[in-house]
């Protein structure tokens, strides 16, 4: 849903790739950086309560997340199986601090169902991400779903940020995100589901 904005950000953010590029700063230094920054702004800000700052300085970071394959572009190496497999190993890492950081915040302020919420939050998106790379280890496609990653960082931290402003929007937005994720690991075990029915079919067939 939101890959379709990945071109306009691209461009934006090509000049500052430009800058990194010509300073020698590779795509996995900016990976690391951006999943640093990331972990200790959600865990130290969130259980603090700075909600909107810690949203919004994540926010930030997120966009890093786009900036390492412009500076990998940009830097002739057109991205690699290393880059690759640092950038979603350093996404997992990222969203569990996220998630952690939020639930730790609810379980300081003894809201103990919602913080169950958002951890099931955490275990879902893991999930979602766990059978689209197993599928597409088994040599299927996988590339289908309701609620992927950048749709569930938008919710989640709009969610919580705002919710310095309006406090039961966190609930909602949670529960919202909780029950898209859900969603979204059904639909991608009945797509797998499918191709295997049909290479079993074709295997029948010879």
């Known amino acids: 849903m939101l890959k379709l904005l990945r071109p306009a950000m691209t461009r934006i953010l090509t ?24 972990v200790v702004t959600a865990l130290v800000m969130f259980p603090m309560g700075h909600l909107w700052w810690g949203a919004f300085i994540i926010g930030l970071f997120t966009l890093l997340d786009l900036l390492d394959g412009v500076v990998a572009r940009l830097g002739g190496g057109g991205g690699s199986t ?4 640092l ?3 350093f996404d997992r890492v ?28 955490l275990v879902a998106g893991m999930l979602v991400s766990y059978v689209k790379a197993r599928a597409e280890g088994l040599g299927l496609t996988c590339d289908v779903g309701l609620v992927e990653r950048p749709e569930r960082l938008v919710v989640g931290l709009c ?4 919710s310095q402003f309006w406090e039961p929007l966190l609930a909602l937005g949670m529960v919202l995100l909780a029950l898209g994720s859900a ?13 295997t029915g049909e290479l079993h079919k074709q295997t029948g067939e010879r």
């Open 15 to 38: 000049p500052l790739g430009t800058a990194l590029v010509s300073r020698g700063v590779g795509p996995d230094a900016v990976t690391a950086f951006g999943t640093t920054g990331t």
């Open 82 to 85: 290393w880059g690759a497999f």
């Open 87 to 89: 950038d979603s190993t």
């Open 94 to 121: 990222a969203d569990a601090a996220i998630f952690s950081g939020v639930a730790a915040y609810l379980v300081l302020n003894e809201q103990l169902v919602l913080a169950a919420v958002v951890l099931f939050c």
């Open 159 to 162: 969610a919580v940020g705002f």
């Open 183 to 195: 969603i979204t690991v059904v639909q991608r075990v009945v797509h797998v589901r499918r191709q």
